[in-house]
């Protein structure tokens, strides 16, 4: 069965940086596009980073600049590096494929900005 295991979250003050990190039990991992999904209480879930297997990266307007995806392929990782984070950007986060095909979804991890 296919499993993503997200890690790296926590708490942290506006300002602060966090890493999160999903690891991928695929064999094509290096062939897809992965992206990082987040939900927030009450709110749809919604893509804010992706990148492609040529490492073309976007990023959605609320967290461009702020923001950083990566992926080492070797691990079937993908990285999410938050920095000047805000109150706003607290949510579970979550990784998958983009268009987002794997089920079920990971466990996720929560990232919470707070003073």
């Known amino acids: 069965q296919v499993q993503l295991v997200e890690s790296g979250g926590g708490l942290v003050q506006p300002g602060g940086s966090l890493r999160l990190s999903c690891a991928a039990s695929?064999?094509?991992?290096?062939?897809?596009?992965m992206g990082w999904y987040r939900q927030a209480p009450g709110k749809q879930r919604e893509l804010v980073a992706h990148?492609?297997?040529?490492?073309?990266?976007n990023y959605a307007d609320s967290v461009k600049g702020r923001f950083t995806i990566s992926r080492d392929n070797a691990k079937n990782t993908v990285y999410l590096q938050m920095d000047s984070l805000k109150p706003e950007d607290t949510a579970v986060y979550y990784c998958?494929?983009?268009?987002?095909?794997?089920?079920?979804w990971g466990q996720g991890t929560q990232v919470t900005v707070s003073s």
């Open positions: 695929v064999t094509w991992f290096s062939t897809v596009r």
């Open positions: 990148i492609t297997s040529d490492r073309i990266t």
């Open positions: 998958n494929t983009v268009p987002s095909n794997i089920r079920p």
